[in-house]
C-alpha cells in the first residue's frame, strides 16, 4: 500500500527545523564578572564555528531532501523506514561537528575527524538507499511528470558521494585539514542541483 | 461535532519530532585534555544506544501513527484527547530508554527493565484505545474507502500488543535480557503492516 | 489585508509542540552507584507531576486553540500579534508548574500557587482576547459557514474564564489546595466544548 | 527549476517556533531550601526579560516572514539558500539578546549592546536579500496576483532597515540605551505592514 508524502515531509521538516537549531543550547551565555566579555565570547569560537558548520550542512542536507521529494510523490512503507535512517544520520551531525570543533588542533584531531568523516560517508550511503528504492521504476513513488533523465543526473550525482566520503576518511590519515577542506568543497557540490545548466522547467 | 485531522497530524508529528531527536542533548562532547578521545567516545555507549533505540522505536511508533491516519480521516473531541494521552506516553520512552541503559548489567537492572517494559505495555494499550474508538463504526471517523478487513486486520494486530507486552513484563522477573529480546522483536513486529503480503491496492 | 489561518496554525502546532514536551528535559536519568535506583525514581516525582500536568494543561489549551480555528479561516495582523501573545503565554506554563511542584507542601507553597494562577489568569485573558477580536462581525475573520449560536456560546464559556482564575487566585490566600483543585475542575471544564449537549453536525 | 514554497514554509516555521521558545530553558526552577521564593523569582528578572524580548523579536520576524510569503509563491535554490542564512541569523537572536540581558548596567554592556545590535544589522541586511531576490521581476517568483505597487512598498519599507540598524550600532557609542530603545522602536515598525493605511483587498 502506498500513500503520499505530505506527513512524512512534515515530520521531516520537524526532525531537520530541531536538529538545525540544537547546537545554539551549546553556545553559553557569559556571566557578568567572569572577566572581559569580549574575551569570554571569542574564547567561545568553537561553539560559533559548530553551531555555524552544522547549521550549513544540516541546511544543505534539507535542500537535497526537499529537491528528492519534489520527485517522489508516494511511499510505502520500506520508504518511510529508509527516510528514518537518514533522519537518524542527520540528527547525529551535530555531535561530530562539535567534537570535531573542540579537538581540532589538538592531539585528538585525528580521531575528531575520523568521527566526522564516518558520518558523513554513512549519510551519503543512506542519501543513496533512499533515492535508489524511490527510483527503481517498478515501485511507482516517483512522479509522473519526472523525466527519466533527471533521474539518471541524480542518481550519478549521489553515486560520486559515498566514493568520494571514503576519500576524504582516507586523507585524515595523510591529512586532517585538507580531509575537511575536500568535505567543505562537496558539501558545495551537493548544495548545486544535479545538472544545474541543463535544467529546464 | 467532527473535523478533518490534518492539525491533529501536523501537531502529532511536531511532537514525535522532538520526542525522537531528544536524547542527542543527552550525548555530551568530550572536551579536550579530559583523556584520550578514542576512550571518552567509547566510554558513553550507553548514550549512543538509548539515542538509537529511543530513535527506532519512536520512529517505529510514528509509522503506526501515519498507518492508522491513513484510515482516519475525522477527528472529535475525545480522539484528540485519546491522541494527547498518547503522544503524552510516546513522549516519554526516551526516559525510560536511558534508564535502562545507565543501568544493563548494574544491580538495578531489574527495575530499569520494568520500567521499561511497563511504558511500552502503556503505550499499547493507547494505541489500542485510540484505534478502536476511531474505527468504532457508528462514529463514522474512518475514511470511507476503509475497507472493513484491513479494520478486522489492524484491529487484530494491536490487541496482541498489550498482552506480548505484559508476558515481557513478566519475563524481567525471570531473565532481563530474554524480555529485552521479545521486547526489539514486537517492535519488528510492528514496524510491519498488519497482514502485509495480503495486501492490495 | 488577510490572508488564510494555514501558516498560523502550522507554527502555533511547532509553539504547542515544544512546550508540551519541554519539560520531559528536565527529568533527570538516575546515574547507576546514586543508591537504589527505586528510591532515586520515586523522590524526583515532582518532575513527572509537573511534566504529566503541563502536558495535559497545554494539551487542553491545544485543544481549545484547535476548535477556535476551526471557527476562524482568515486572520489579519493583529490576530497574529494577539495569538504571538497567547503563544507566549502557553509557552510559559511549564516553568510555574515546575516552580509548584518543586515547593508544594513547603513554606513557600503560597507563592508558588500565585505565580500558577496568574499565569491560568493570563492566558484565559488572552484567549478571550483572540477570540473576540477574531469574532467580531465586522472584521469577517471566521468561516461562512459558522452559525451565530456557536460564535455566542464559545464567546459566553470563555468569559467564565477569567473571573473563575481569578476567584482561584483569590481562593490561595485562603486554601492553596482548595485553590489548585478548582484550577483543576477548570481545565476539565474547559476540555469539554462549549453547548456540547446541543452541538450538531 | 521552480517549487512551491509550501515545504520551505513548514520547515521555516519549524525553525521559528524551537527559536522563539528556546529560552524558556534558560529560566531554573528555584529549588526548595535556596531562601525566600519571592527573592529568588525575582532575581531572575534577566532570564525572563530575554524571554520576553526574544519572542517579541522573532514572533515580529516571523510576522515579517509570512507576510512575505505570502507574495512569493515559488522557489528556486538560490531562494532556499538565501531563507537558511535567514533562519541562522534568526536562530542566533537568543544568544545576544541573553548576553544584552546577563551585562545591562555592567562594565560591559557596551560590547553586550554591540553584539545586539549587529544581529539585527546582519538579519536585516538577510531579509533584503531574500526579499529583493524574490521580488526581482524576471524571476517570477512572487504570486502573479501580487501587484507592483505592494512589491514597491515593502522593498522600500525593508531599505531603511540596515540604515537604521546601522545607526543604532553607531548610537552605541554614545548611549547605550538610547540605541536599544531606537531598536525596539524599530521592532513595532516592522510589525506594521508596509503602507498599512492604504492597503486594499
Redesign the interface.
Known amino acids: 500500500?502506498?500513500?503520499d508524502t505530505a506527513?512524512?515531509?512534515?515530520?521531516s521538516?520537524?526532525?531537520?527545523?530541531?536538529?538545525?537549531?540544537?547546537l545554539?543550547?551549546?553556545?553559553k551565555?557569559?556571566?557578568?564578572g567572569g572577566g572581559?566579555?569580549?574575551t569570554q565570547?571569542l574564547r567561545q569560537w568553537p561553539s560559533y564555528f559548530s553551531?555555524?558548520a552544522s547549521?550549513?550542512f544540516i541546511?544543505i542536507m534539507?535542500?537535497n531532501h526537499?529537491r528528492l521529494?519534489?520527485h517522489i510523490r508516494r511511499c510505502d512503507?520500506l520508504l518511510?523506514?529508509f527516510n528514518?535512517l537518514l533522519?537518524?544520520g542527520i540528527?547525529?551531525v551535530?555531535?561530530p561537528t562539535?567534537?570535531l570543533a573542540?579537538?581540532l588542533g589538538?592531539p585528538?584531531q585525528r580521531?575528531?575527524a575520523v568521527?566526522f568523516q564516518a558520518t558523513y560517508l554513512l549519510i551519503s550511503l543512506l542519501f543513496n538507499l533512499l533515492w535508489r528504492y524511490a527510483a527503481s521504476s517498478r515501485r511507482r513513488l516517483l512522479s509522473p511528470d519526472t523525466d527519466a533523465s533527471s533521474v539518471r543526473r541524480i542518481t550519478r550525482q549521489y553515486s560520486f558521494g559515498p566514493l568520494l566520503y571514503l576519500i576524504c576518511l582516507a586523507l585524515v590519515r595523510v591529512n586532517v585539514l585538507a580531509s575537511l577542506l575536500v568535505n567543505f568543497s562537496l558539501a558545495c557540490f551537493f548544495?548545486?542541483?544535479a545538472g544545474?545548466n541543463r535544467?529546464?522547467?
Chains 1, 2, 3, 4 share one sequence.
Open positions: 500500500m502506498s500513500t506527513r512524512l515531509e512534515a515530520f521538516d520537524g526532525v531537520f527545523a530541531i536538529a538545525i537549531t540544537l545554539i543550547l551549546e553556545i551565555v557569559p556571566t557578568a572581559v566579555l569580549t565570547l553551531f555555524v547549521f550549513a541546511g534539507w535542500i526537499h521529494f519534489t512503507d518511510l523506514i528514518l533522519l537518524l540528527t547525529f551535530p555531535f562539535a567534537v573542540a579537538h589538538g585528538d580521531t575528531a568521527l548544495a548545486i542541483p544545474r535544467a529546464v522547467k
